[in-house]
């Protein structure tokens, strides 16, 4: 079903610090994960995908993280900047179907 | 190459008219996904087009609610007799392939508000 879910709600940090966000995902079935950053007044915008036989994957300043075992994503930013104050986004896929599932969303508060 | 477009960016209906959203993928992707996003939460899946065919429209009501994608033209989300439920924004994505393991584009939706 749809459960893709998000342990924090809001995040606030220091401008320069590395931000974590988390997601929790219940489908076994999902090997594909990525990361949307939704800024206001704006439509999702993809940041970083993985598939589910990688366990890590990094990007400019962002690595995503995959646990299986768990079912945990995260998505690290590091020395976060203001332009990285937005709505984060997980959703899942399978391979083969064509349903992505979008998570509740996190709120990334930078502060100056 | 131009991005997913959406339009109107913003619409206003009173209750009980009807709202046309547009959605032009992005040139070459033929497959269209709409989803309903309220304040301070997550996108729901609506529907999956392709070209002249409705995938999957399970995420869809089924009162009130229609999706096109024809052959020429834009896909349109059409809600008739709108009710104050159904202000919300809602997104467009368009993708060159089925396959959900693919990156979707997204619109910058339309926010709809129902008066």
């Known amino acids: 079903g749809e459960s893709v879910g998000l342990h924090l709600p809001t995040l606030s940090v220091q401008e320069g610090d590395n931000s974590i966000i988390n997601c929790a995902y219940s489908n076994s079935a999902s090997d594909y994960f990525i990361w949307y950053k939704q800024e206001s007044g704006k439509g999702p915008q993809f940041i970083i995908d993985i598939r589910s036989n990688m366990d890590k994957r990094q990007g400019q300043r962002v690595t995503v993280l995959l646990n299986k075992t768990v079912k945990h994503l995260s998505l690290q930013i590091a020395a976060t900047q203001p332009g990285d104050s937005a709505v984060y986004f997980c959703?899942?896929?399978?391979?083969?179907?064509?349903?992505?599932?979008f998570g509740a969303g996190t709120r990334l508060f930078v502060k100056a | 190459n131009a991005g997913v477009m959406q339009n109107p960016r913003h619409l206003v209906r009173r209750r009980g008219q009807e709202a046309r959203l547009r959605c032009s993928p992005m040139k070459g992707h033929s497959h269209v996904y709409w989803y309903r996003q309220l304040p301070e939460e997550g996108l729901k899946f609506m529907v999956y087009l392709q070209k002249e065919n409705i995938i999957d429209e399970s995420g869809m009501p089924k009162e009130r609610f229609s999706a096109e994608f024809p052959k020429e033209g834009p896909s349109i989300l059409r809600i008739q007799q709108v009710v104050r439920g159904d202000s919300a924004a809602y997104f467009c994505?368009?993708?060159?392939?089925?396959?959900?393991?693919?990156?979707?584009?997204f619109g910058p939706g339309t926010r709809l508000t129902v008066t």
């Open positions: 994505a368009s993708s060159p392939t089925r396959d959900s393991t693919y990156e979707q584009y």
């Open positions: 959703a899942e896929g399978v391979t083969g179907g064509f349903k992505t599932i």
